[in-house]
């Protein structure tokens, strides 16, 4: 996973609510193994309207989602944000998340940006009328902006999560931090114990 400072970039306006994860990605594209090629069938069953949002050529190389209220309900799907990634998203604006899905965002490096309704409101409004308009999120101090539109407003994050997220951190890479001490330990163990040896 790669540090995440701040994303800035322009945004697609998904002006519903309670989107979950099936709308996401419906459960035809879950039989990959591998977390590539899932941007494919994000949205995939709305996109067959032409004039859903994704289709628009005004809103193509979009960095944010900017969605309504209750953004990922539902299962538990990790695809749904590899979907959202590989599709090219780095970041997810909403008034509320689905708890399981904000925490799988993190763990992959997309950046849930819980807001005040009035800011997410404020930002659906901005984008629909200025496709072109630039959003900044901030993971350093927590927030988010459309200068060109004034608005501007934070976003929590915990300690550990924020830290995970400029460091570039999954559990994998959690775990590495204390590569020494592990190795340190390995050292230590008696010989008759059971032990990993790489191929």
């Known amino acids: 996973m790669k ?3 701040a994303v800035s970039g322009t945004a697609v306006p998904l002006d519903r609510s309670d989107v979950d994860t099936d709308q996401i ?4 594209w879950l039989k990959k193994v591998e977390r590539t090629g899932f ?14 949002v994704l289709n628009k050529p005004e809103h193509a190389g979009a960095s944010i989602l900017v ?16 979907a959202l990634t590989d599709y090219g998203f780095e970041a997810v604006i909403s008034p509320r998340f689905g708890d399981i899905f904000a925490n799988n965002c993190t763990k992959a490096g997309l950046i ?3 807001v005040d309704p009035e800011v997410g409101r404020a930002l659906l409004e901005a984008v ?19 200068p060109a539109a004034g608005i501007e407003g934070s976003f929590p994050l915990d300690p550990h999560t924020q830290h995970r997220l400029l460091e570039g ?31």
């Open 39 to 52: 941007g494919q069938g994000l949205f995939a069953e709305w996109r067959d309207d032409r004039d859903f």
């Open 25 to 28: 990605i419906p459960s035809d």
């Open 112 to 114: 849930p940006v819980k």
């Open 128 to 146: 629909k009328a200025d496709p072109g308009l630039e959003i900044t999120i901030d993971v350093e101090r927590l927030t988010v902006s459309a």
């Open 169 to 199: 951190l999954d559990d994998i890479g959690l775990t590495m931090v204390h590569e020494e001490e592990i190795q340190a330990h390995e050292v230590s163990r008696p010989a008759w114990m059971p032990a990993v040896v790489p191929a």
């Open 67 to 82: 969605a309504g209220a209750n953004f990922g309900t539902g299962s538990s799907r990790e695809h749904a944000v590899w």
């Open 3 to 5: 540090p995440v400072k």
